[in-house]
């Protein structure tokens, strides 16, 4: 079973960096196509950045494309999102989810395994 947890969130100011990460406590973690999305308050969960079981192909949403960069080391079952030049608009509770899919999608509900969730503040 997929167990994800998630570290590296805080706060920070505008054009600072953070690194996410989000480790898997299962066994088939090679096997699980990864992504990250983000969710405020009161709306749906958005799709940030995705990337197949190998990590050979990346896949990011507009408002993040040259600032953030998803990655994954399977050795250690960890997937990670790195997040440089953060703007106040990034502020956000962030979650990684993975599925058993070969191809990355951006749509939530085709995730079956989620994280906790870890607090991004970014202020002005």
């Known amino acids: 079973q997929v167990q994800l947890v998630e570290s590296g969130g805080g706060l920070v100011q505008a054009g600072d960096s953070l690194r996410l990460s989000c480790a898997d406590s299962g066994r088939t973690f090679s096997g699980y196509t990864m992504a990250w999305f983000r969710q405020v308050p009161g709306k749906e969960r958005q799709f940030v950045a995705g990337?197949?079981?190998?990590?050979?192909?990346?896949y990011y949403a507009d408002s993040v494309k040259g600032r953030f960069t998803i990655s994954r080391d399977n050795a250690k079952n960890t997937v990670y999102l790195q997040m440089n030049s953060l703007k106040p608009e990034d502020t956000n509770i962030y979650y990684c989810?993975?599925?058993?899919?070969?191809?990355?999608?951006?749509?939530?509900?085709?995730?079956?395994?989620w994280g906790q969730g870890t607090q991004v503040t970014v202020s002005s």
């Open positions: 990337l197949t079981r190998s990590g050979g192909s990346t």
């Open positions: 989810a993975a599925r058993d899919g070969i191809v990355v999608v951006m749509t939530s509900g085709q995730y079956k395994y």
